[in-house]
C-alpha cells in the first residue's frame, strides 16, 4: 500500500522531505564512491548516507510505504557497519547502493504521481543483504600513530570513526581544534544559537563533533557546546563565528612525544584565562557582522501558491477600485488623492508580487545535483570516460520552471555522452584526450532569462547523416540543421542504444524549451570539434489551473478562479441568435448566454452559431453581472503554464496568453470577462487580464 | 499547560508527532531540528515532556538523554524516545541512560498519545505530592 493509514495527510510534506534527503544521499554517495576509488575512508559522507537513510526508513515507515522501508533499511544496516569501521567501503558495494537509491526514488516518483510503490525487487534486497558481510571484511586492522591529545578532545565521547577524521586533519596539515560556544537567551534573541553558529563554523571548519558541557566544564555558564574541528581557518575568524566572549579556542593536537592517555578521562575544566566568565559582551553582538539567524525554511510550493492566488484576488480587486475612482472622477468628484493612493497601491502590488516570485526562486546548482549521478551512470552503462564540468554560480530560476526544465538538460546530457562524445579510442585516434568533456554553464540574463549552455567536445553533428535520415535536404545553417534534429522521431542510429533509446527525443527538449517554458534553443556544432547548445529560458512563469473546452472545433483554456459556475445549456429561455445573444436560466433567474463561437468569430461573416451550439456554459463575472458563455464541449481541468503573448501585435484584449497543453500545439488562454467586455463593445480595454499578465 | 519539546531532525516527522500530540489538553510544541538545539532549548526555558529522535546530525538522542539526566534541574524530565526498526541496540543504551519509553516507527497517534498522558500524569502527581 502506499501512504495510506493514519498519516496519509503527510504525503505531499513527506514526498518532499525524501526528495531532499534523496538529493543529499546522492550527493554523499558520489563522495563516497570517489574516496573508495582513491582507497580512502570518507567518514562524513558514509555517515550522512547512513542518516539520510535512516530518516527515509523511519519516515516511510510512517506513511506506510513497505517498499521503500526495506530498500532503505537493508542499505542502512550496510552503511551503519561502515560507519563504525571509520567509514570505510569495499569498491562492490557502490553499485548495489547506487541501485538502492534509485529504487527508492523510482518509487517516491511513483507515489507522487498517486501510483501505488511497487514493491521492492528481491534480488535488490538480496544484494543490499550481502553488503554487510562484505563491508566488515573490508574494515581496517588499524594501528595509528598517536596524534590526539585524548584529554582535550574528550577522547572518551569520541566513536572512532570520530577520531579518526580529527587525527586525518591533524595528518593532512589542518588544524584540530575545540572551540566553545556558550549561548543565552539574549544570543538566542539575535539569532545567535547553535544552530547558526553551526552554519557558521561550518563555513571555515569542518565539524567533527559538537559535545555539550555543563557544570564545572561550561565554565561557569550553565551551558557551553563544545565544537570539535577541522580546520585551516584563523583563531579570530572562528571566535567571531561564534559570537566572540565567552568563547575560546583549543589545540586538540598531542605536545610531541606524548602519549596517547588512557581511555576513559572526565572533561577537564577549560583554562580560566581563555574563557572568562561572565556576561555576554552586548557591544559585540550589536556589531552589524552578527548576522541574525539566517536560516532556511522549507515551504510547500502549494502554500506559495496560495498566497499568489491570494494576490491575484488583490489585483481583481484593485482593477474594480481603479473602475470606481474612474466613474467617480468622471462624475466630478475630488478624486486627485485617490488616485495617488491607487498609484501607490499597484506599484506595492507589483512589489509584492515579485516577492512572492522570489520566493518560488531555486538555486540552479540545486537544481542540476543528479547531473553527476546521471553522468556517472552513462559513464559505466557506454564504457566512454566522460567529465561533466559545471558552472553554475548563484543563478536560481522559479520552481516551476527548474522542474520543467531538468528533464530537457538531461536528455541533453544522456545525448551528449551517447552520441556525440566519442570512445576513448577514436578520440586518440583523433588527437583528442581520451576523456571526452561535457561542460554546462549558466547565467542569469537582464532580460529575466536564464541562458544555459551544454557544450560537448565531441565529434559534431553530421549534417549529411541527418540529412539522409530526415529524407531531407542537406541543411545549409546550424538554424535548419536543429529544425531538422527536432523533427519527432528522427535518429541518425541504426540502433537503439540502451541508455538513450533510438530516437534523439530533441523534438522534446525543443518542445520543453520552447513551446512550454517560451524560451529558445540554439545549436552550434563543428564536425570533430562539438556541439554547443543554448538555451534561454525564462526565469519564471505564470502557473494555473485551468478549464480546458472545445468550441468551434478548436481548443481554449481559461482559469478556473475566473469561472463561476459551469451549467448545462439546457435551461435556454432564448436561444442565441444572429448577434450570438441569448438568454439562460439559471437557478430561476435569466443569465445572459453568449456564444464564444460567434464571439471568437466576431471578424468573419461566418454563422458561428450555426457552428458552436453551446452544450454547456461558463458563467463569469462582467463588471459584476454574471454571463453565460457558450461552448461545445468540457475538456477536463488541470494545471497550466501561461505563457503571455510579448508581441504587442499580437496581443488581444480577452486573451491572456497561450500554453501548451501536452500536445506541443499552442492554445489560446482566454479572459473571458475582458473578451466578452472588449468584442461586446462595452468596454475598450481587458483590464484583468492585462493588467494581470503584463 | 504541559510544554513539549519535540526534537527530530525531519520536519515531517516533528509534525507527525506534534499532531499525534496535540488533542492533549492545552499542550504547547516547540520544535527542534537536532540534539544541540534540543539541549540549548532546555536550557533556557522549563519543559514538561521531551520526544526525542535517536537519530540526528550532530549528536542523538542517546547523547541528548545522558547529558539531560546529568542535569539537576532535568533530572525527572519525562522522554519519549522515537526509534525506527534497526534502532535495537541503541535502545538498549537509551533506557541504561535514562529514557522512560520508547516509540518505534510507524506508531499510532493513540499509542504516543498514551505514552505522553501516562508520563505527564505521573509526573504532575509527583509534583503536587513533593
Known amino acids: ?694 | 499547560m504541559p510544554e513539549v519539546l519535540v526534537v527530530d531532525d525531519s520536519k515531517v516527522m516533528r509534525e507527525m508527532v506534534v499532531a499525534c500530540l496535540r488533542p492533549y489538553p492545552d499542550s504547547r510544541f516547540t520544535q527542534a531540528s537536532s540534539g544541540l538545539e534540543a539541549i540549548e532549548q532546555l536550557s533556557l526555558k522549563p519543559y514538561d515532556l521531551l520526544v526525542l529522535d535517536l537519530n540526528m546530525p550532530d549528536i542523538g538522542g542517546i547523547e541528548v538523554v545522558e547529558f539531560v539526566r546529568g542535569q539537576d534541574h532535568l533530572r525527572n524530565l519525562p522522554i519519549i524516545i522515537v526509534t525506527t526498526r534497526g534502532d535495537e541496540a541503541s535502545r538498549e543504551r537509551a533506557l541504561q541512560a535514562g529514557a522512560d519509553r520508547f516509540m518505534t516507527k510507524p506508531f499510532t497517534p493513540d499509542s504516543i498519545q498514551g505514552a505522553a498522558r501516562a508520563l505527564l500524569e505521573k509526573s504532575s502527581a509527583e509534583a503536587s505530592r513533593g
Request: net charge neutral; aromatic share 2%; charged share 25%.
Open chain 1, 1 to 694: 500500500m502506499s501512504g495510506s493509514g493514519e498519516f496519509a495527510e503527510f504525503l505531499p510534506a513527506y514526498l518532499a522531505e525524501v526528495d531532499e534527503l534523496l538529493a543529499s544521499a546522492q550527493r554523499d554517495l558520489l563522495a563516497v564512491e570517489d574516496a573508495v576509488r582513491k582507497g580512502q575512508a570518507q567518514p562524513r559522507a558514509v555517515r550522512e548516507l547512513f542518516r539520510a537513510l535512516h530518516t527515509l526508513k523511519g519516515l516511510s515507515a510512517m506513511v506506510d510505504v513497505e517498499p521503500i522501508v526495506s530498500v532503505a533499511h537493508w542499505m542502512e544496516a550496510s552503511l551503519r557497519l561502515a560507519d563504525q569501521a571509520g567509514g570505510r567501503l569495499p569498491e562492490s558495494s557502490v553499485e548495489p547502493l547506487v541501485e538502492g537509491l534509485r529504487a527508492i526514488e523510482l518509487r517516491v516518483r511513483q507515489l507522487g504521481a498517486g501510483k501505488t510503490a511497487s514493491p521492492a525487487p528481491t534480488a535488490l534486497l538480496e544484494r543490499l543483504e550481502a553488503l554487510g558481510p562484505q563491508v566488515l571484511d573490508a574494515a581496517p586492522k588499524r594501528a595509528r600513530p598517536v596524534k590526539l591529545d585524548a584529554e582535550a578532545a574528550f577522547a572518551s565521547r569520541l566513536a572512532p570513526s570520530e577520531r579518526e577524521q580529527l587525527e586525518g586533519g591533524l595528518t593532512a596539515g589542518q588544524r584540530a581544534l575545540r572551540l566553545d560556544f556558550v549561548p543565552s537567551s539574549e544570543r538566542a534573541a539575535k539569532g545567535l544559537n547553535i544552530n547558526t553558529v553551526r552554519e557558521r563554523v561550518a563555513k571555515l571548519a569542518d565539524i567533527v563533533k559538537v559535545l555539550p558541557l555543563s557544570g564545572a566544564a561550561a565554565g561557569g555558564a550553565s551551558l557551553a557546546f563544545a565544537l570539535l574541528l577541522i580546520t585551516r581557518a584563523e583563531d579570530a575568524a572562528l571566535l567571531d563565528a561564534v559570537g566572540g566572549p565567552p568563547a575560546m579556542v583549543r589545540s586538540l593536537e598531542a605536545p610531541e612525544g606524548a602519549a596517547e592517555a588512557p581511555g576513559d578521562l572526565a572533561p577537564a575544566p577549560p583554562d580560566g584565562a581563555a574563557l572568562p566568565a561572565g556576561a555576554v559582551l552586548d557591544e559585540e553582538l550589536d556589531e552589524p557582522e552578527v548576522r541574525r539567524g539566517g536560516g532556511l525554511l522549507r515551504v510547500e510550493v502549494s502554500r506559495l501558491d496560495e498566497a499568489m492566488e491570494w494576490l491575484a484576488a488583490l489585483v481583481v480587486n484593485r482593477s474594480r477600485l481603479t473602475r470606481a475612482v474612474a466613474a467617480l472622477t468622471q462624475a466630478g468628484a475630488p478624486t486627485r488623492e485617490l488616485t495617488a493612493i491607487l498609484q501607490e497601491n499597484g506599484r506595492q502590488l507589483r512589489d509584492l508580487r515579485s516577492a512572492i516570485l522570489r520566493l518560488r526562486m531555486v538555486r540552479v546548482g540545486d537544481v542540476l545535483e543528479r547531473l553527476p549521478l546521471l553522468v556517472r551512470g552513462l559513464r559505466r552503462a557506454t564504457g566512454k570516460a566522460v567529465r561533466l564540468e559545471l558552472e553554475v554560480g548563484d543563478a536560481e530560476l522559479d520552481k516551476a520552471v527548474a522542474d520543467r526544465l531538468l528533464p530537457a538538460l538531461v536528455h541533453l546530457v544522456r545525448n551528449a555522452v551517447d552520441h556525440a562524445l566519442e570512445t576513448p579510442e577514436e578520440r586518440q585516434a583523433a588527437g583528442k584526450s581520451p576523456e571526452g568533456l561535457v561542460h554546462l554553464s549558466c547565467h542569469a540574463r537582464a532580460s529575466g532569462q536564464l541562458e544555459l549552455t551544454l557544450r560537448d567536445d565531441g565529434r559534431g553533428v553530421d549534417a549529411k547523416a541527418v540529412a539522409k535520415a530526415a529524407n531531407a535536404p542537406v541543411p545549409d545553417s546550424a538554424d535548419a540543421l536543429l529544425d531538422l534534429l527536432c523533427r519527432p522521431g528522427l535518429s541518425t542510429r541504426q540502433e537503439a542504444t540502451r541508455t538513450s533509446g533510438r530516437g534523439m527525443g530533441m523534438d522534446i527538449v525543443r518542445r520543453i524549451v520552447v513551446e512550454q517554458l517560451g524560451g529558445e534553443l540554439r545549436m552550434e556544432t563543428r564536425k570533430g570539434a562539438g556541439t554547443t547548445f543554448t538555451l534561454s529560458v525564462p526565469l519564471t512563469v505564470t502557473l494555473m489551473d485551468a478549464i480546458v473546452f472545445e468550441c468551434a472545433g478548436r481548443r481554449y483554456a481559461v482559469a478556473v478562479g475566473t469561472v463561476e459556475e459551469l451549467i448545462d445549456v439546457a435551461g435556454v429561455v432564448r436561444p442565441a441568435g444572429a448577434d450570438g445573444l441569448g438568454l439562460v436560466e439559471r437557478r430561476g433567474a435569466a443569465v445572459p448566454l453568449v456564444s464564444l463561437a460567434r464571439l471568437l468569430d466576431a471578424g468573419s461573416s461566418g454563422d458561428a452559431s450555426a457552428k458552436g451550439g453551446g452544450a454547456k456554459a461558463l458563467i463569469v463575472r462582467q463588471r459584476g453581472d454574471p454571463v453565460a458563455f457558450a461552448v461545445d464541449r468540457l475538456l477536463g481541468q488541470q494545471e497550466i503554464v501561461l505563457r503571455p503573448l510579448e508581441d504587442p501585435l499580437v496581443r488581444v484584449p480577452g486573451v491572456a496568453g497561450a500554453t501548451d497543453l501536452g500536445d506541443g500545439q499552442p492554445t489560446l488562454v482566454l479572459d473571458l470577462a475582458a473578451l466578452g467586455a472588449a468584442r461586446m463593445g462595452r468596454r475598450k480595454r481587458a483590464s484583468r487580464a492585462g493588467e494581470w499578465v503584463s
